[in-house]
């Protein structure tokens, strides 16, 4: 048995490693309880909070956050980091630990010519993005990976129609053909609205720019 003669005394070296080692089992048995309390904790929270989207059911980061920080406080720790970035994209990855030990990690790349948002927010954007894929991939999840905010954002980018009637709305010159607008997209905005909240919220942001813009223009009241 290796001792070690100190200061007048033995110190028992395998008694200590035992010791260490058991104190390194303990910790990530803790880690591991936490972390199946936890989602367990969110599968039993999902009802009435997610976010429907195309006929599927979707968390937002926010639910996966908070109830991450609700069963873990100060013992979580969420880092992230710019991996890469650009005047045309932007790469964030985001560490997951819980008692120091990394348990999860996401990453997320946002386009800054994607949408109207990504221009001045890709980065934010996409740490939101990175930080809800770490925590799904943690087990804070349904039965999808991607947040709400990543498919809305995903529909919003990729629907040419929304896009085509944010621009015809740009292009009104008068209050006949502000309503004549109204008509046309209004099962449009209806059908958005229904499908995808998030996707909606976004589209309602961009069409009041567009108006307060006309109004101050003077062409609707």
Known sequence: MPELKRFGAILDLSKTNQLHNTNHRRLFHMSDDKLV???ADFKNSLKGSTIKIHNNDYATVALRIGIFRRNLGTAATIKTDIVFQDDKKVIVKSEVFIDNKLVSTGLAEELRASSRINQ???????????????????????????????????????DQTLTAALADLDKVSHIGSYKSWLTTNQKLMMDVKGKNPLAYAEFLEKFNKIKSKLETNGVIQ
């Open 37 to 39: 309390a936890t989602i």
């Open 120 to 158: 001045t927010s890709a980065l934010e954007n996409a740490e939101t993005s990175a930080v809800g894929r770490a925590l799904a991939m943690l087990g804070l999840t349904n039965d999808k990976i991607a947040s709400a905010e990543e498919v809305s954002g995903a529909i919003v980018q990729q």
